[in-house]
Nanobody, 115 residues
């Protein structure tokens, strides 16, 4: 089992930046990749960014070019930095971890972009 705890959400003004953190615990040796997804009210869940255990990254089109995902393998923590935030970035952001056999998700952290 893997437990995920997200932090760093909140209210941000348009044009601002935020950094989300996701700390994994438990059977972290089994994790193949970790990432972030988000879901806004009335919309489907969408990929924000994923990073593999080897360091390869994938970004969703909506944040490409203004976000960076990184990991601290010693601390079993993944970070997501998003710059130039827009109101349409408002959503619940979920941390996600995958092993060969299982997928784990955190409880989510609300990000609201508003003036």
């Amino acid at each position: 089992q893997v437990q995920l705890v997200e932090s760093g959400g909140g209210l941000v003004q348009p044009g601002g930046s935020l950094r989300l953190s996701c700390a994994a615990s438990g059977s972290t040796f089994s994790i193949d990749n970790m990432g972030w997804y988000r879901q806004a009210p009335g919309k489907q869940r969408e990929l924000v960014a994923v990073i593999t255990s080897g360091g390869s990254t994938t970004y969703g089109e909506s944040v490409k070019g203004r976000s960076t995902i990184s990991s601290d393998n010693v601390a079993n923590t993944v970070y997501l930095q998003i710059n130039s935030l827009k109101p349409e970035d408002t959503a619940v952001y979920y941390c996600n971890a995958r092993s060969l056999t299982s997928t784990y998700r955190g409880q989510g952290t609300q990000v609201t972009v508003s003036s």
